[in-house]
């Protein structure tokens, strides 16, 4: 019988973490993991609710990693909201939350950093050059400590996806992935916990971000030279105050190399712009035509 939602239960020391997941091994339930830097909203809780039709038991990890971020970047200034992200938690029936210090995820020597290339190459991996080793890391811990049968990935960050899905193929980790599809406002942006930095006037221009890369998607779909599309979806992105534009790219959904329309494989439009100082970033698949 389906246990009626509630609190779930927190842990912050590793041993805790083990002791709880050894009680579901026991019990011969399965354990899906979410990795999370909290500051939860829908996109997240979306996540979980996946975590539980994939799982009898949904752990939660809210871990702002330090490692993925670089000096200039906002980690001091991470939207952080331990209660608010409990009760919305309890709603969708988290079994347990896992949020280790920086102290107990790292200890005093830690010198291990898992290198993922291909995938983690270029986009986000040429602008922010530490960040996916940050992340793989991080990842490949969380897996480590929480022994998942799955672990649960939004698309909204899709190049971290794929690369959380090389490592895993890699290094042979002994889970599956599963990607979800991104969650979005009404009017089409995605759900992001940095949405939060935006202004008034900076959130009514927002939305113009998935519409460019929509517009890509089909026009390359379509036919359309790459280059030609890029050009006016950049050019829509400036008129609405996006600047600078770090990148608009069509790539193969899997490799991320350059989508070559004639190769019939899966293509996905990426972008990332800066919006005020907030950055943004986002993704959707070009569209399959019929042959
Ligand atoms: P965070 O940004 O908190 O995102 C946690 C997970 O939620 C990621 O898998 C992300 O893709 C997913 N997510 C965020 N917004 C979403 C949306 N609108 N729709 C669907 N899924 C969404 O990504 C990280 O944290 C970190 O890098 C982490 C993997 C936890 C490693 O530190």
Not at 67 to 89: H, M, S, V
Not at 100 to 125: K, Q
Not at 231 to 236: L, V
Not at 252 to 276: F, H, I, N, Q, Y
Request: a positive charge; hydrophobic letters at 45%; aromatic letters at 6%.
């Amino acid at each position: 019988m389906a246990r009626a939602p509630s609190t779930p239960k927190i842990t912050r020391t590793l041993k805790d973490l083990r002791r709880h997941i050894a009680r579901y091994r026991k019990a011969g339930e399965t354990v899906a993991l979410v990795p999370t830097m909290g500051a939860l909203h829908d996109g997240h809780l979306t996540l979980v609710r996946t975590a539980k039709q994939k799982a009898q038991r949904a752990v939660v990890s809210i871990f702002v990693n330090p490692t993925q971020f670089a000096p200039n970047e906002d980690l001091a200034r991470y939207p952080r909201d331990e209660a608010g992200d409990l009760a919305k938690l309890a709603t969708v029936g988290a079994d347990l939350v896992w949020a280790p210090s920086p102290d107990e995820m790292y200890g005093a020597n830690f010198a291990t950093r898992i290198e993922v290339e291909g995938a983690a190459r270029g986009l986000e991996g040429a602008f922010r050059p530490h960040h996916f080793a940050g992340v793989a890391t991080v990842c490949c811990k969380l897996f480590s400590q929480a022994t998942p049968d799955v672990a649960i990935f939004g698309e909204k960050d899709y190049q971290q996806l794929c690369v959380i899905r090389q490592m895993v193929r890699d290094l042979n980790l002994p889970l599956a992935i599963h990607g979800v599809a991104t969650v979005r406002e009404k009017d089409g942006l995605a759900r992001s916990s940095r949405n939060a930095y935006l202004s008034a006037d900076e959130r009514a221009a927002a939305p113009t971000l998935s519409v460019a890369i929509r517009t890509v998607a089909v026009q390359v779909a379509d036919g359309t030279k790459q280059a030609a599309a890029i050009k006016a979806a950049t050019k829509a992105l400036e008129r609405a105050g996006f600047g600078p534009i770090d990148y608009i790219a069509v790539a193969d959904a899997e490799t991320l190399d350059r989508w070559d329309p004639k190769s019939g494989r899966p293509g996905r439009v990426l972008v990332a712009a800066r919006l005020g100082t907030t950055r943004l970033i986002d993704n959707v698949p070009v569209p399959r035509r019929k042959a």
